[in-house]
C-alpha cells in the first residue's frame, strides 16, 4: 500500500486548510531488498513538545535519519518484506523504549508496523534493573 501523509494547518483568516497530501519527503537510504524492509519517516520532530503554528516552518523529515532520535518525537511506518522477498530478522536491539527485541517477518506477504516514538527518561527504578552496559541502539 502506498504511503499518504496528509498536514493541516492554518490561512491568514485562521481557516482550517491542508498544507500537503501525499507520500513525505524521505531522505535515508532504508529501503529495498537489500534492507529487508522500507523505511517510511511520517513525522520526525527535534521538539520536546512541539510548536504549534499556522504552517511548520520546516519540513520535519529535513532531519537527519536515526533509527532511534535521542530527544523529539517520531512516528515511522516500516514494511518488512517477507523472506522470499529478501526479509530478514533484525539484529537482537534495544531502543530508549527499554525492551529488548527484533522483528522478522515469518509470512509469505508484507508486513506494516507502524511506530510512534515519544521522547523519555529512564526512571533510577528501570536502570537499576537492565543490564550493563546499558547499550541502546540510536
Known sequence: MPIRRVVTGHDKDGKSVVLSDGPPPQNHPMHGTANGSDFFEMWDDPDLVPKLTSIPATEPNDRPFTIMPAVGHLIRIIDIFPPQMGGKR??????????????????????RMVFFHVDAQFSEELLAKLPKPLELMR
Open 90 to 111: 533484525t539484529v537482537m536491539h534495544r531502543t530508549r523504549s527499554g525492551t529488548n527485541h527484533a522483528w522478522e517477518n515469518r509470512t509469505d506477504k508484507m508486513a
